[in-house]
């Protein structure tokens, strides 16, 4: 039997190729046929999740939430390193200051991650906005979005804050932060699914050891992460209350 793995689609285009990387590495490692599936959204993704075409996911967190709550998966690890926060950004000589400066007809530039669009949408609240008063520009990648701000297509935009710290300087200088989320809670997670629920505490071993050897050190920098962490039950429950509350 090949198990189905996949990644949120949320990781950088560049960061293709390290993960085929990786998905080698663990199939070596576990002795285990698994099949990398990558999709080019969110929404196909969520379809091979429906249709239980998923047994192993690096999830953002919405789909942590379902595939925890709904589908019978473990979390299994989580990336060492701060937890996953939003900023809502515009051009630096933009004249909007804060989020009450923006006004009916402000244009939005996203992509269709649900997570990072929840929780920015909840950043936009001080001006009052709703889905009838923004006109929103979706993207396919963050790049995307930063060039949308840039090329004066968008006012204001929405991504993950480690997103735009990725960009290149020369993106960031002409970008403004006006306002960042702390929910201090929320993670990109690692999930097994019931088809691999015997090997769940193996691939968890096996993931939190994958810093100490050289190989395994040099897959986890290509993928922007310096090493795995067990994570608790507990932990991935409060997460998925907290997204609930954010979500009513």
């Not at 932060?177 to 809670?185: D, G, I, K, R």
Request: charged share 25%.
């Amino acid at each position: 039997m090949t198990f189905n793995f996949t990644v949120s689609p949320s990781f950088p285009n560049e960061r293709i190729s390290d993960w085929y990387i990786f998905n080698t590495w663990l199939q070596r490692a576990l002795s285990l046929p698994i099949h990398l599936e990558l999709y080019g959204s969110f929404g196909a993704q969520r379809v091979a999740i429906e249709e239980g075409k998923v047994d192993l996911i690096y999830a953002n967190p919405f789909d942590a939430s379902l595939l925890v709550r709904e589908k019978g998966f473990r979390a299994i690890a989580r990336p060492e390193g701060p937890p996953d926060e939003m900023v809502v950004l515009t051009r630096a000589d933009s004249p909007i200051l804060e989020i009450r400066d923006l006004q009916p007809g402000t244009r939005l530039a996203c992509s269709d991650d649900p997570c990072v669009n929840t929780v920015g949408r909840i950043l936009l609240e001080p001006a009052n906005l709703n889905d009838s008063t923004i006109v929103e520009q979706r993207r396919e990648t963050y790049i995307q979005v930063a060039r949308a701000l840039l090329r004066d297509e968008a006012d204001v935009g929405i991504m993950p804050l480690e997103a735009f710290e990725g960009l290149s300087p020369l993106i960031r200088r002409d970008l403004r932060a006006l306002v960042q989320s702390e929910v201090y809670v929320i993670r990109h997670v690692f999930l097994a699914g019931p088809a691999l629920a015997e090997r769940a505490d193996e691939l968890t071993a096996l993931l939190v050891s994958m810093h100490e050897s050289d190989k395994g050190r040099n897959i986890l920098e290509a993928l922007g992460a310096r090493s795995w962490q067990p994570v608790q039950h507990e932990d991935v429950e409060f997460m998925i209350d907290i997204i609930s509350t954010l979500t009513q």
